[in-house]
């Protein structure tokens, strides 16, 4: 098993099409052992039941807006564990508003949300969590696409998104002293709660797959796979990368 003995958090689970999910079951089924966090009283209804499903040891309340709660965070994780091994960031969020029409129309609040929520979020549980990574660890999170080219109704969320990858290059120089890497995972799109808050997806789910090279969506249990090599030791090279796992979308111009 891939991921024997180690410790991972996982942030970004809110129900059993998350892509979070896939990535927890996919280190469960590699021997890890989990904790996961959940934004709100709603959302712990469905992750304590994950959580107990995947054999995860514990759950606790994360809202990452908050600089108390990332804090917290990582007092609890130490309480319970002390050091752990992989922290996994599958967080992202922006108006409803903000991810249809035009771009140009995103206002100061609109835009310093989704960076708050999808971008920076990731620096602040990377700081709060950093003392307790032991050596060999990995911080991986979720971006797409249109971080990189122009995908419609993407928008906003796609500037957090080049912020999201910028940082992921910047955290993986300031761990990599201490062997700690940090990737992303660019994966195509899947039929989530976040992907329904995107104007027309069903449009890019089917745009996908005719273009893509491998000529379907990809799965949750693919992606998974993909974080569960990025988390081990076979990887143990990979940091500031960004990965994709879209059935080879990327590569194709025409
Ligand atoms: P999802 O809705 O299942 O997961 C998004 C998670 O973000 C939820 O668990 C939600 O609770 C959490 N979240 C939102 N605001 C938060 C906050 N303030 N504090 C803490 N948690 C908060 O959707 P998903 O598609 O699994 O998204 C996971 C990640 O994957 C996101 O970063 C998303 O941008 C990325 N991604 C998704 C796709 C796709 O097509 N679904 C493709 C590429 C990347």
């Known amino acids: 098993m891939?991921?024997?003995?180690k410790k991972a958090a996982i942030f970004g689970v809110a129900n059993n099409r998350s892509i979070a999910y896939g990535i927890a079951s996919a280190f469960k089924r590699e021997g890890a052992q989990l904790c996961f966090s959940y934004l709100g009283d709603s959302l712990k209804k469905r992750v304590e039941p994950i959580c107990e499903e995947l054999g995860g040891d514990f759950t606790f309340p994360c809202d990452v807006a908050s600089d108390d709660d990332i804090t917290r965070s990582a007092e609890i994780v130490a309480e319970k564990w002390g050091k752990l091994d992989i922290l996994v960031h599958s967080v992202a969020f922006a108006n409803r508003d903000d991810l249809k029409g035009r771009f140009i129309d995103t206002s100061r609040d609109g835009f310093k949300l989704a960076m708050d929520i999808s971008a920076y979020s990731l620096?602040?549980?990377?700081?709060?969590?950093?003392?307790?990574l032991n050596p060999g660890a990995?911080?991986?999170?979720?971006?797409?696409?249109?971080?990189?080219?122009?995908?419609?109704?993407?928008?906003?969320?796609g500037v957090a998104k080049a912020a999201l990858e910028a940082s992921v290059r910047y955290l993986a120089k300031d761990f990599g002293p201490?062997?700690?890497?940090?990737?992303?995972?660019?994966?195509?799109?899947i039929r989530t709660l976040a992907a329904s808050g995107i104007g027309d997806f069903h449009q890019i789910g089917s745009l996908f797959s005719a273009r893509a090279p491998l000529g379907r969506l990809v799965t949750i249990e693919e992606v998974g796979n993909t974080a569960a090599f990025l988390a081990s030791d076979h990887a143990s090279a990979i940091t500031g990368e960004c990965l994709f796992v879209d059935g080879g979308f990327q590569s194709v111009a025409l």
């Open 138 to 157: 990995s911080i991986i999170c979720m971006t797409y696409y249109g971080s990189q080219k122009v995908i419609t109704n993407y928008n906003v969320m």
């Open 178 to 189: 201490a062997n700690i890497r940090v990737n992303a995972i660019s994966a195509g799109p």
């Open 2 to 5: 891939l991921l024997e003995g």
């Open 123 to 132: 620096v602040g549980l990377a700081r709060a969590f950093a003392p307790l």
